[in-house]
């Protein structure tokens, strides 16, 4: 068995060095626990939040341990009532090749999922948190503009998609132009634009959006956030969903100040995190998975393979690396 532990606090970008890989043994299950073999390990973008020491909504890691996340396995040995060899079960878990868990902080994975692993993308936590951040907090009628950053990233493409089943006008921002080409030709975006490329955002921003926009689904904020908000209508909605442009910043990127826009448009900005949403989970879960059935929402996974290419699959969400969502392949079932 190996594990992968933090083992420096990254200054900026993460580095593969502030990672260790340890042999460890592979632990046996007791009373009411299981022994999970890991499938499929997710990379986060909020891990980077983890890896600082400061006061969040949820504990930094600790250095020389384990890092956690969510992950897809199987069990291959039980001691507990209801889950049985052979289930595949999702968890917060090590990064670890094995697990042992408790059952109770296991989610059985429906055998009907096909692949297992969207219980990490579409139909897990990305999933989620387009649905309730765009639905809940944007509040999206047909007919509006709405733009998302970040759109060709796991949450950011079902934000857009789930706009565009909505009859909105929907405007993402990428990294690439491959990234733009798949959000217009493939799902069905109005419009894109290379963040990286372009020569004045709010230019073509504006162009994109000639009637202004009602919601803007942030995944990223900075310089691109202060274009986008220019251009936001009265009774705009923003759901703050991430920041990822000012994880890895040493110190503070002090903005133009919004609050005016904000004002004098009676616009709503507001921060949420997905967990916020638990008591609602089935409900998101229920109508995503319809909507991935009926082809209304498309998916796409960037999957390495290897536990050993684990912080380079992190990393690369830095550096924009991953069209949609960013996984590694441990093993086959
Ligand atoms: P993604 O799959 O979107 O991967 C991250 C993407 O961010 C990259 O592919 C890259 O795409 C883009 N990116 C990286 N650095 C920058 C930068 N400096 N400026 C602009 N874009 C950048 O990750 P997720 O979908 O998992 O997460 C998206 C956002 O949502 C993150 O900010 C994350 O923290 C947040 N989040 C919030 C949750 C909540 O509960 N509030 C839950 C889950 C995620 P590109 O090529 O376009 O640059």
């Not at 340890?22 to 046996?28: F, G, L, Q």
């Not at 909504?57 to 890092?67: F, G, Q």
Request: glycine share 12%; with cysteine; hydrophobic share 40%.
């Amino acid at each position: 068995n190996q594990e992968i532990r933090l083992i420096s606090r990254p200054k900026g970008m993460p580095r593969e060095e502030d990672f260790q890989f340890v042999e460890v043994p592979i632990p046996e299950p007791r009373e009411g626990e299981v022994l999970v073999r890991t499938l499929y390990l997710s990379v986060d973008p909020y891990m980077r939040g983890r890896m600082t020491e400061r006061k969040s909504y949820i504990a930094p890691y600790r250095l020389n341990e384990v890092i956690t996340g969510g992950i897809v396995g199987e069990v291959v040995r039980s001691k507990a009532e209801g889950i049985a060899k052979g289930d595949v079960v999702l968890g917060e878990l090590g990064w670890r090749k094995y697990n042992v868990a408790k059952a109770k902080h296991l989610t059985k994975v429906s055998p009907h999922l096909a692949p297992a692993s969207l219980a990490l993308g579409v139909l897990g936590m990305p999933g989620l948190t387009a649905y309730f951040g765009l639905l809940d907090i944007g509040q999206p009628k047909a007919g509006e503009t709405v733009v998302v950053s970040g759109a060709a990233g796991a949450v950011g493409m079902v934000a857009g998609q789930i706009a565009k089943i909505k009859g909105c006008r929907v405007v993402g921002i990428a990294g690439s132009d491959q990234k733009v080409q798949y959000l217009t030709q493939e799902l069905g975006f109005d419009a894109a634009i290379n963040y990286k490329t372009t020569k004045d955002i709010r230019a073509d921003l504006k162009e994109a959006c000639p009637n202004g926009v009602d919601i803007y689904f942030d995944n990223v904020g900075g310089e691109i956030s202060d274009a986008v908000l220019t251009l936001i209508n009265q009774g705009a909605r923003i759901p703050i969903c991430g920041q990822i442009a000012l994880y890895n910043l040493e110190k503070p990127d002090l903005g133009p100040r919004i609050q005016t826009q904000l004002l004098i448009n009676r616009a709503l900005m507001k921060g949420f995190i997905v967990s916020d949403y638990k008591p609602r989970f089935k409900e998101g879960l229920t109508q995503l998975a319809e909507w991935v059935r009926t082809g209304k929402i498309k998916y796409t996974e960037n999957i390495i393979e290897g536990f050993e290419n684990t912080p380079k699959a992190f990393i690369g969400l830095f550096k924009g690396e991953n069209v949609g969502k960013q996984l590694v392949k441990v093993a086959d079932r």
